[in-house]
T-cell receptor
Framework: GAVVSQHPSRVICKSGTSVKIECRSLDFQATTMFWYRQFPKQSLMLMATSNEGSKATYEQGVEKDKFLINHASLTLSTLTVTSAHPEDSSFYIC???????????????FGSGTRLTVV | GQNIDQPTEMTATEGAIVQINCTYQTSGFNGLFWYQQHAGEAPTFLSYNVLDGLEEKGRFSSFLSRSKGYSYLLLKELQMKDSASYLCGLLYNTDKLIFGTGTRLQVFP
């Protein structure tokens, strides 16, 4: 099945610094990746849609200058949280669709998530 | 715009059957997903419905009615490990996937 590798799984950073989160599709090409954030006991909130070779599409209310998304290749998308502050502390998770699999069999595959804590 | 509604919490007994409902409003409907998510973990895929009717996968079944904007996830022979959040996901405009608030299911012995 399709596998999405997400790193790091946990990161603690100081307020004002930047953090980069990587998502790689290991055994398939992902032309589109989604980035979500999730607060404790809440559901996934779509932040942006990342398309290979083009600019990401951000959801309303998401600051594109703060959450930089790069999708430079068919297997790698990155989310950089710039000038992080404590309110950015959250669970960030990516997902992608396997180009070779049917949605009814695999759906969209999620990475394992990154728990970001800004102190 | 798009909207997804599902109950926040449900409880059930081990061995029983539980049905988790999801209603939605959207234009450009492309499918309805159900995912299971244990606390602190990534969601795992359960089912995908794009046509009306019932899809069965072992102990899990999912139903869709596009005209009613309605889906449900049916879990049979509940086990303790089924205690988790269940997310209803709406795929629209070809390739945009959003989720409802999630239903936290607690299974008691």
């Amino acid at each position: 099945g399709a596998v999405v590798s997400q790193h790091p799984s946990r990161v603690i950073c100081k307020s004002g610094t930047s953090v980069k989160i990587e998502c790689r599709s290991l055994d398939f090409q992902a032309t589109t990746m989604f980035w979500y954030r999730q607060f404790p006991k809440q559901s996934l909130m779509l932040m942006a849609t990342s398309n290979e070779g083009s600019k990401a599409t951000y959801e309303q209310g998401v600051e594109k200058d703060k959450f930089l998304i790069n999708h430079a290749s068919l297997t790698l998308s990155t989310l950089t949280v710039t000038s992080a502050h404590p309110e950015d502390s959250s669970f960030y998770i990516c997902s992608a669709r396997s180009s070779g699999g049917a949605l009814r069999d695999y759906g969209y595959t999620f990475g394992s998530g990154t728990r970001l804590t800004v102190v | 715009g798009q909207n997804i509604d599902q109950p926040t919490e449900m409880t059930a007994t081990e061995g029983a059957i539980v049905q988790i409902n999801c209603t939605y409003q959207t234009s450009g409907f492309n499918g309805l997903f159900w995912y299971q998510q244990h606390a602190g973990e990534a969601p795992t895929f359960l089912s995908y419905n794009v046509l009306d009717g019932l899809e069965e996968k072992g102990r899990f079944s999912s139903f869709l009615s596009r005209s009613k904007g309605y889906s449900y996830l049916l879990l049979k022979e509940l086990q303790m490990k089924d205690s988790a959040s269940y997310l209803c996901g709406l795929l629209y405009n070809t390739d945009k996937l959003i989720f409802g608030t999630g239903t936290r299911l607690q299974v008691f012995p």
